[in-house]
């Protein structure tokens, strides 16, 4: 399986998991770098917003991904948008979202903005639980006086927690 990981996280804080056979990282702090025969193994992306066209147009045809996994996290660092033009799964991988600013309610809007396949939760049960009651609450019929409007992409993948 080819997976391409975005992520927020600098190549020198820790080594990604590999998580496919053939692997590209893609993140701010990533080099563009390939292999002696040519082969992409890491790309650098803006800082914050960008377009996953962009990258996705930097691999050539026999590397294009099977797979793509999000690593989004307080920071906010990394954030792919327009994933709607890969047509295999994504996966959104919530790490650290009881750090810095990170209000699960951007997290909501994120996902529903940017349809993933799944949504894990690293390492935060509790982060966990309140993602779901704040879920739970963009699709409760509003009271009197609160006119919230339902999340959009309703469909909730299996979430769980690692």
Request: aromatic content about 8%; overall charge neutral.
């Amino acid at each position: 399986m080819r997976v391409l990981l975005l992520t927020g996280s600098p190549a020198r804080y820790m080594a990604p998991p590999q998580l496919g056979e053939s692997q590209i990282v893609a993140g701010p702090d990533w080099p563009d770098a390939q292999t002696i025969d040519g082969k992409w193994i890491s790309l650098r992306t803006p800082v914050g917003e960008y377009d996953l066209t962009t990258v996705l147009g930097k691999i050539p045809a026999d590397q294009q991904p099977d797979i793509i996994v999000n690593l989004v996290d307080a920071s906010w660092r990394n954030q792919p948008r327009n994933l709607a033009v890969f047509k295999g799964t994504k996966i959104l991988l919530v790490i650290d979202s009881d750090r810095l600013v990170f209000p699960l309610a951007e997290l909501l809007r994120y996902r529903a903005d940017e349809f993933h396949d799944r949504v894990v939760f690293l390492r935060s049960l509790d982060h966990l639980s309140q993602y779901l009651t704040d879920l739970a609450g963009e699709f409760i019929a509003p009271q009197a006086g609160n006119e919230r409007k339902p999340v959009p992409h309703a469909r909730l993948p299996l979430v769980r927690a690692i």
